[in-house]
């Protein structure tokens, strides 16, 4: 029997290194995705895996987000005497705490771990689930509990923060972009998936049970939940890094950014959650489910958005969908005027085209204006942090904006206006700190 050689030793003692290493409790102690030897040695299967089970998690929880959207027409329908203020409110509070809790929820990865924090946050699910159930069946409901109960599903809102932040961690560089972006669009598809089965489950016997909404979920969140507690990984290197947010606070390009994505994706979550009220109000003949391709357009938009800023720059994408949507809302508004619900419908539809691609476009962006403006990694990585929860907010602000207007004037036609203008002001700031100079010619 031979004696190895110091080299052979070496590779060995170097491959022994490299493998995915693990203890108790679905943890592993060394992971290197840069490393090629243990991503091709087990490492890309292992990342795919906890890819797909991060997706159907954050499915649901954009599913969750998304449920008062579609429960909200139907309320006058099982009894609720509810004024459109109200209505919009019971539409937007869930977008305002899901913004509000996704920085957090970013921490929350390092913290305990990719796998049991998908675990819990799927878990946590079963509270606005419940409290839907609870809430919708009996029409002398108080609307503030209602309202809390609404604000619970802002929970769903979260999952998407946590998510990315730790699919980020099982990735390279070269293919991080592309995993972000499966699971992004897969998140945001779970809004129009619920906007298609929910109407159909609550009518699906005898009258409107609303409680279905929330029944339908359970054995899904709690699928989820065995999914990533049997199958997916906490990764001992995956760490917080407060100083990214740090650095990002202080950097102009974050606030500039986080501002053009409240217009791109607050203007998706945002029009995502009025729509099927909108189409209840402004043509009530017409059948709801329709509202969920919004959603899934937009959805699907999003990967195509960063494909072709990949091409030509994402200023340039960015500006042009800005320039889409404010088209799109001037169509909505002629349409409203003629009472054309095809207009309405498609020019809502182009809107949505439009705001998938700009989200996709800006999560392009922002690596490489911090790479010209002489930014670190570190900041851009806080960037996308900060932004996204910004960008959330902007989910409040259209049905807040909607229910302003239908209070004060009676129509929606001055919060599309008003909407319009704001596209305007967005694409020359895109345009004019972008679209010019060195960032248009690294085609930011």
Same mark, same amino acid.
């Given at each position: ?50 890819? &797909? ?10 599913? &969750?987000?998304?449920? =008062? ?19 919009? =409110?019971?539409? !937007? ?88 972006? =499966? ?74 950014? !986080? ?70 809302? &001037? ?99 895109? =345009? ?13």
């Amino acid at each position: 029997m031979s004696t190895p050689t110091a080299r052979e030793a070496e590779a060995t003692e170097t491959a022994g290194r490299s493998a995915v290493q693990r203890h108790t409790g679905r943890w592993i102690d060394h992971w290197d995705p840069e490393d090629k030897t243990l991503w091709e040695d087990g490492g890309r299967r292992t990342a795919r895996r906890n890819l &797909v089970l991060s997706i159907f998690a954050e499915f649901l929880g954009f599913g &969750v987000w998304a449920v =008062w959207s579609i429960v909200v027409p139907q309320l006058p329908a099982a009894g609720f005497d509810l004024t459109v203020d109200q209505m919009f =409110w019971l539409i !937007s509070v869930p977008a305002l705490v899901g913004a509000t809790l996704r920085i957090p929820y970013t921490f929350a990865v390092p913290v305990f771990g990719g796998r049991n924090w998908t675990i819990a946050s799927a878990l946590l699910l079963l509270l606005p689930t419940g409290a839907l159930i609870l809430t919708v069946g009996d029409p002398t409901t108080p609307f503030p509990v209602l309202l809390g109960a609404a604000a619970l599903a802002g929970l769903g809102g979260g999952n998407f923060a946590s998510s990315m932040a730790n699919i980020s961690f099982f990735f390279p560089e070269k293919e991080k972009g592309a995993a972000l972006g =499966w699971n992004a669009a897969g998140g945001n598809i779970g809004t129009a998936a619920v906007q298609l089965a929910v109407p159909l489950v609550i009518v699906a016997g005898a009258g409107v049970a609303l409680d279905r909404a929330g029944l339908i979920f359970i054995p899904f969140i709690l699928l989820a939940a065995f999914l990533a507690w049997r199958w997916m990984d906490n990764l001992s290197s995956a760490k917080a890094d407060p100083r990214s947010f740090a650095v990002a606070v202080h950097h102009k390009h974050t606030w500039v950014i !986080s501002f053009i994505y409240i217009g791109t994706f607050g203007s998706f979550i945002g029009y995502a959650g009025a729509f099927p009220t909108l189409l209840a109000a402004q043509f009530p003949d017409v059948a709801i489910p329709l509202a969920f391709l919004g959603a899934l357009v937009g959805s699907v938009a999003r990967p195509l958005g960063g494909i072709l800023a990949d091409r030509v720059g994402g200023a340039v994408v960015t500006v042009g969908a800005f320039a889409v949507m404010a088209l799109g809302a &001037v169509g909505a508004i002629l349409a409203l005027g003629s009472g054309s619900f095809p207009l309405f419908f498609g020019s809502f539809l182009g809107l949505f085209i439009a705001t998938g691609m700009g989200n996709g476009s800006v999560y392009r962006m922002i690596p490489a204006v911090f790479r010209i403006s002489g930014g670190t990694a570190k900041a851009a990585a806080g960037c996308i942090g900060i932004a996204g929860a910004i960008g959330a907010f902007g989910g409040f602000l259209i049905p807040r904006g909607f229910a302003l207007s239908t209070t004060v004037a009676g129509s929606i036609v001055p919060a599309l206006w008003l909407f319009i203008g704001v596209y305007v002001v967005m694409a020359l700031v895109c =345009w004019l700190v972008y679209g010019r100079g060195a960032m248009a010619a690294a085609r930011v």
